[in-house]
């Protein structure tokens, strides 16, 4: 697996996925990576695939969006057994970013919300954020307006997304100051 130098490549887990297309969000990503002229490029694991196509998630568009990759059968079967924890998808993610890690001069950032698995991605030495952060982004590169992100991550508990009082406010007041 190889990358370009001076591409960030994301690498997202089913979460995140499922909380943009609940929010209407992939147009935005397409979007954001567009508007960053190809220097981004945004990977979804076999294994996320995999988990949204057995929800009720319409997939479609996510070829179109994604590009999907298998991680390396040797790097999934050494995190499976280290960290028991883990699903699938977390597993794809992980293993996709220390593939890239080892090969590629590109920037690898992993979009997870799940507080174990995020704990694990910083513990190996990997860029980690979440929905929360790819909102900000959005609004930072004028994709989506900030009343528009305000009222997404509002919104985003109602998804069954667990947000802190505290995490809420401080994602807040950063769209509010015009990220």
């Not at 988990?51 to 990759?69: A, P, W």
């Not at 790819?134 to 009222?151: F, G, P, R, S």
């Not at 809420?168 to 509010?176: M, R």
Request: aromatic content about 6%.
């Amino acid at each position: 697996m190889k990358c370009e130098p001076d591409k960030i490549v994301l690498i997202f887990d089913t979460s995140v996925v499922i909380e943009f297309i609940k929010s209407s969000l992939l147009d935005g990503l397409i979007k954001y990576r567009n508007k960053n002229s190809a220097n981004i490029e945004m990977m979804l694991p076999a294994e996320v695939l995999e988990e949204l196509e057995r929800s009720t998630i319409n997939c479609n568009s996510l070829h179109d969006i994604f590009k999907v990759v298998r991680a390396e059968k040797r790097i999934v079967e050494r995190l499976k057994q280290r960290y028991l924890g883990l699903g699938d998808g977390e597993i794809g993610v992980l293993s996709i970013a220390l593939a890239l890690k080892n090969s590629s001069p590109s920037h690898i950032v992993l979009l997870i919300d799940d507080y174990y698995a995020r704990k694990i991605a910083k513990s190996l030495g990997l860029d980690v954020h979440g929905t929360l952060w790819l909102i900000q982004q959005l609004k930072m590169h004028n994709i989506i307006t900030k009343e528009n992100a305000i009222k997404i991550v509002k919104e985003l508990p109602s998804h069954g997304f667990y947000i802190d009082e505290n995490t809420f406010s401080q994602v807040i007041e950063t769209i509010l100051k015009d990220c």
